[in-house]
């Protein structure tokens, strides 16, 4: 009665989502959509069986929403946490794409490394993430994804 959810969340990695939403318009479909909020749920490593999540505010583009989102959950990270995230995560958010572009050398878990984030955030957030994106752990995944991702 509800429909079929479709979950297109993964496919901005690669390319394909501004093609799904240009078909769902040609279709005549795209005013019917009700997206679901966008958030990425985690499951909580140190209390088993309960989840939490990064709730991302409409209209907030990224990377800001993502670096928004992280700062709003108050039970994954602790303020200590978030800001040993800032030296690796404010190039990205002021230099964007070309910054990530040039630590293409790097894998995801040497890139964290080398900015000083917390082992806690790879455990965290990043062995989800990277599995999520790539079907693979941090430490094979580049810090460039395009087409279908390269590992390092």
Do not use: C
């Not at 794409?97 to 490394?113: C, G």
């Not at 900015?115 to 965290?124: A, D, I, Q, S």
């Amino acid at each position: 009665a509800d429909g079929d959810w479709v979950e297109t969340g993964l496919h901005i990695f690669f390319g394909a989502y501004a093609n799904m939403l240009n078909l769902f318009s040609e279709l005549g479909l795209h005013d019917r959509l009700q997206w679901k909020d966008h958030r990425m749920a985690f499951a909580m490593r140190e209390r088993p069986g309960e989840f939490t999540s990064f709730e991302f505010t409409p209209g907030i583009p990224a990377p800001f929403g993502m670096a928004l989102a992280i700062l709003g959950n108050r039970e994954m990270l602790s303020l200590g946490d978030k800001l040993r995230m800032v030296p690796a995560l404010l190039p990205m958010l002021l230099e964007g794409q070309d910054f990530i572009d040039a630590q293409d050398e790097l894998s995801v878990l040497d890139f964290m490394r080398k900015f000083g984030m917390p082992e806690r955030v790879n455990r965290e957030i990043f062995v989800a993430m990277s599995k999520a994106l790539d079907f693979l752990d941090p430490e094979r995944l580049s810090m460039t994804v395009r087409g279908q991702g390269r590992t390092a």
